[in-house]
Structures are given as C-alpha cells and as structure tokens.
C-alpha cells in the first residue's frame, strides 16, 4: 500500500470510530431504569475514629433475621461496607442497593462469602453512595427467592463492550499512524512497508481485546450479572 493509501485509511477509520462513539452515546445502551425505591434503614449512631466516619444502621425487613445491623466506614472518598450477621453461616448471598444523595438507585451489587465470621469482610462500595439496603436472597441451602437484577440486557453489555473496544482501536490505530508521520519524517514508507508495521498493528489489536474483556467484566458485576467477592482489610 502507498504511503497515500495509508493517509486515508487512517482518516476512514478515524470517521468510523467517531461514529461509533456518537452511536453508543445516542443509543444509550447502559441506561439502566431500576424500579426500586430506597428504605430508610434505621440510623444508630454516629462517630469518628482515626481519621474515618462510620455510620451504625439497623437492617429493616426479612433480612433483620440474617444481618441486624451493618456500618459504613468513610475516609475521604474511601467508602467501605462491613455487615455483622445474626449467626456464622457456612454460606450468605445478598445484594447492595446503592443509592445516590438524590434517593436514586445507582448500582445493585450481590455479594457472597463463605464460612463466615460474626461480620463480613469489607466490602469497598463507590464514594458517590449515599445510601443503601440490603436484602438477603440465599442463606446455607435456604434459597430465599429473591432476584433483584439490573434491567440491562446482558446482551446490550456485550455490544457495548465489542464497540468501544472496535472504537479503541481505531483511534490507536490513527495515533499509532501520526506518530509515525512525525517519528518516520522522511522514511514512513520504509516503516510502513516492514515487519514493525506488523508488530505494532498486532500489539494494538491486543490491547484492544485486553480491554474488551476487562470491560465486558466491569459491566458485568456493575449491572448485576457477577457477584461480588468480599476482600479482607484492615479495620
């Protein structure tokens, strides 16, 4: 290919990545509408300790036989969960509603751990939350029956996750193409036309496979289709 023909690859696939962005961003294919309204879970009380803020509230509803209570430990824009359970359970699984100061459901987590302790492990949740609930859906081999799941198709996710990812590497593969425009001044043909050409085309291409798949989990677990794994830290 000429170094012309190259040119005005870089500029068609500039075109198709722009429109592909302006197309996810009209499509809106994450809007999530969740049909759930935040319960006011009963505050206990208030105190700061070393630098953190941690807020004590009374879990409310059914979930009260399984977890009574739960605190939010916040130092700057570090937001923590830890629940304390009613018993030690050989297994729990149960979902985080994530409300922003406006009363808005922002996220749904589902959470699960095994062989428990008398609390859970922390669990880190976004700085923008300001509220949340809990409700228990599996307890050892008791199935409570409740789904609470995002309203998403997983499908939406996987094409929004394979069309940023197309998107990606088209805008690398332009800046990749101008930088060696002015790297190559005077041999971008000579670059073009040997096995480093190749190379960085291919190293692109992974890296835009790296994040499709990064990605494709990150919506996964944020809308709901991955469950959370508790981590220990230090409290």
Same mark, same amino acid.
């Given at each position: 290919?000429?170094?012309?023909?190259?040119?005005?690859?870089?500029?068609? +696939?500039?075109?198709?990545?722009?429109?592909? %962005?302006?197309?996810?961003?009209?499509?809106?294919?994450?809007?999530?509408?969740?049909? !759930?309204?935040?319960?006011?879970?009963?505050?206990?009380?208030?105190?700061?300790?070393?630098?953190?803020?941690?807020?004590?509230?009374?879990?409310?509803?059914?979930?009260?036989?399984?977890?009574?209570?739960?605190? *939010?430990?916040?130092?700057?824009?570090?937001?923590?969960?830890?629940?304390?359970? %009613? =018993?030690?359970?050989?297994?729990?699984?149960?979902?985080?509603?994530? +409300?922003?100061?406006?009363?808005?459901?922002?996220? $749904?987590?589902? %959470?699960?751990? =095994?062989?428990?302790?008398?609390?859970?492990?922390? $669990?880190?949740?976004?700085?923008?939350?300001?509220?949340?609930?809990?409700?228990?859906?599996?307890?050892?081999?008791?199935?409570?029956?409740?789904?609470?799941?995002?309203?998403?198709? *997983?499908?939406?996710?996987?094409?929004?996750?394979? +069309?940023?990812?197309?998107?990606?590497?088209?805008?690398?593969?332009?800046?990749?193409?101008?930088?060696?425009? $002015?790297?190559?001044?005077?041999?971008?043909? *000579?670059?073009?036309?040997?096995?480093?050409?190749? $190379?960085?085309?291919?190293?692109?291409?992974?890296?835009?496979?790296?994040?499709?798949?990064?990605?494709?989990?990150?919506?996964?677990?944020? !809308?709901?289709?991955?469950?959370?794994?508790?981590?220990?830290?230090?409290?």
């Amino acid at each position: 290919m000429t170094l012309q023909g190259w040119r005005l690859l870089t500029i068609v +696939f500039v075109g198709i990545a722009i429109l592909i %962005v302006l197309i996810l961003l009209l499509a809106h294919l994450l809007k999530n509408n969740y049909r !759930y309204n935040c319960r006011e879970d009963k505050l206990i009380k208030k105190e700061k300790l070393k630098g953190s803020r941690y807020a004590v509230y009374e879990v409310l509803g059914r979930s009260a036989y399984y977890i009574d209570k739960y605190v *939010l430990k916040e130092k700057g824009k570090s937001l923590e969960l830890i629940c304390d359970y %009613v =018993n030690n359970y050989n297994f729990i699984s149960y979902y985080v509603l994530l +409300f922003n100061k406006r009363g808005k459901l922002m996220k $749904i987590m589902e %959470v699960t751990e =095994n062989n428990t302790a008398t609390c859970s492990k922390s $669990i880190k949740l976004p700085h923008k939350c300001e509220k949340i609930n809990i409700v228990v859906n599996h307890v050892n081999e008791e199935d409570l029956g409740v789904k609470l799941k995002a309203d998403v198709p *997983l499908a939406k996710i996987k094409v929004f996750a394979i +069309f940023e990812s197309i998107a990606l590497f088209l805008f690398l593969f332009a800046l990749r193409h101008v930088l060696i425009e $002015i790297l190559c001044f005077n041999s971008q043909l *000579l670059f073009l036309m040997s096995d480093y050409n190749l $190379i960085s085309i291919v190293i692109i291409a992974i890296f835009a496979v790296i994040n499709l798949l990064l990605m494709n989990g990150n919506l996964k677990k944020t !809308y709901g289709y991955k469950k959370v794994k508790t981590k220990k830290t230090r409290r």
